[in-house]
């Protein structure tokens, strides 16, 4: 079986001996996120059946509960936790692609907002601000050279929601790939990966210092390397 598996390490030279904290047939993609009070909360597809996992832990990883968050054909999925210690899911669903948001203020109940209904997101990342504010960005496999943006200010209930021309060339290709992240200053920075139309990819840049109303150019930071993922479509 394809487990999930943890480690810990207190001084990042010596680890912990690996504990299974989820176990059966093809789990796999998991996403780990720590709350305001080190709490631990991960996310994981069952490829099986296709469901969106949560898993839990309040003591550092000594014990974990767990619940299926949603069983409509996940594909995808990344974690964040809020400051008021809310738990924070995006996925994508495998066909037709969408990118939806769950959240939960216990890992049992769990609420759900479609973020776009699109037929061809890929990968959706999420990052929290230091006012909570949630923002998510995504690929788009459609040779559109674009990376979809999203920002919520009320925990995920309502969302705006734009595209990104992030063009390594004139020509269009598919942004497959993206990581979101906040810094200290709640400045957005997105890298993502992006087709280049000759069977190599090229790894992008953009960031923005207004909270995702507008973003900077592209910047191409690495040229002609081999997709980084063995999941190209």
Known sequence: PNNIIYI????????????II?????LD???????????????????????LMYIGSDNLGLNWSGAVVNTSAQDRCDIEVDSTGMIHIVAQSDGPDTVYHYNSSNGVNWSTTLINDGTNNRNPTIAIGNNDQIYVAWGENAASSKIWFANSSDKGKSWT????QVNATSTLNDALYANIVVDANNNLHIFYNLDNNTADYVVGYINSTNEGFSFSNPIILEV???NPSSENA
């Open 161 to 164: 929601t734009r595209s990104i």
């Open 224 to 226: 002609a390397r081999t």
């Open 29 to 51: 993609l998991p996403s780990i996120a720590i709350g305001p009070s080190n709490e631990l909360r991960v996310c994981y597809i069952d490829l099986t059946q296709g469901d």
């Open 8 to 19: 810990n390490s207190s001084n990042q030279s010596t680890w912990s001996s690996p504990a």
């Open 22 to 26: 989820a176990s059966t047939n093809n």
